[in-house]
Structure formats: C-alpha cells, structure tokens
Nanobody
Framework: VQLQASGGGLVQAGESLKLSCTAS????????MAWFRQGPGKERDFVSA????????YYADSMKGRFIISRDTAKNMVYLHMNSLKPEDTAVYYC???????????????????WGQGTLVTVSS
C-alpha cells in the first residue's frame, strides 16, 4: 500500500492543524493505521493509531485529550486532528499501515510495513 501524508505547516502554539494520509494500492479496510513523529535529533515516536475496523484508537500519553485520529473508509484516508499544539510537537509526522491489531503492536513502529514520506509540523512559541 502506498501512503501519502499531507497537511503539515507552521503554526503558533495553541493553534490546531489537521494532517491527512491517503492510502492506495490495497484494500484500505485491511489495515490498521497510525501516526508517528520524529522531532529534531530525536527518535521516531508513536503518536496515535486506529484499528482496521475503526473500533479502537490509541494515543501516546502526551497527545491524549489534544489529538484525535480518525479514518474515512470511503475516501481511503486517515486523519490526525491536532489541537492545542505546543512547540515540542514540532516534528516530521509519518503515517504508517499494518495488517496487525491490538494496542501493544500498534504502538510500536517495528510492526508497520508501509510508511508515508512524512509531513513537517512546526509549532512556534
């Protein structure tokens, strides 16, 4: 499956931004989807994931209450709504896909087979 992330940009602290990821090439409903991010000089970290059937969503602790992940099966898209952005949210955000499920697996980047190219989010203070 091919993934294309978009929606990044420069925002001020406290503002919101919506990232989008378009999937193509394979039946979208087979895949759990996730967002990871990599800040300057940092390792890639889990942000949020949604199960293939949309029934389960997972968030990193620092994103709970601020970020919302959703998917539109008809459009083969997954979204990340980011609210109350902070300078520490500055990173390249990647969408990823896997046929696996469950919180333990979906929160680890080692279980994802497909990755998008990343979209840069910069939050100024």
């Amino acid at each position: 499956v091919q993934l294309q992330a978009s929606g990044g940009g420069l925002v001020q602290a406290g503002e919101s931004l919506k990232l989008s990821c378009t999937a193509s090439g394979r039946p979208f409903t087979l895949y759990s989807m996730a967002w990871f991010r990599q800040g300057p000089g940092k390792e890639r970290d889990f942000v949020s994931a949604i199960e293939a059937n949309g029934g389960g969503t997972y968030y990193a602790d620092s994103m709970k209450g601020r970020f919302i992940i959703s998917r539109d099966t008809a459009k083969n898209m997954v979204y990340l709504h980011m609210n109350s952005l902070k300078p520490e949210d500055t990173a390249v955000y990647y969408c990823a896909a896997t046929k696996l499920g469950g919180e333990l697996l979906l929160t680890s980047d080692r279980y994802y087979d497909y990755w998008g190219q990343g979209t840069l989010v910069t939050v100024s203070s």
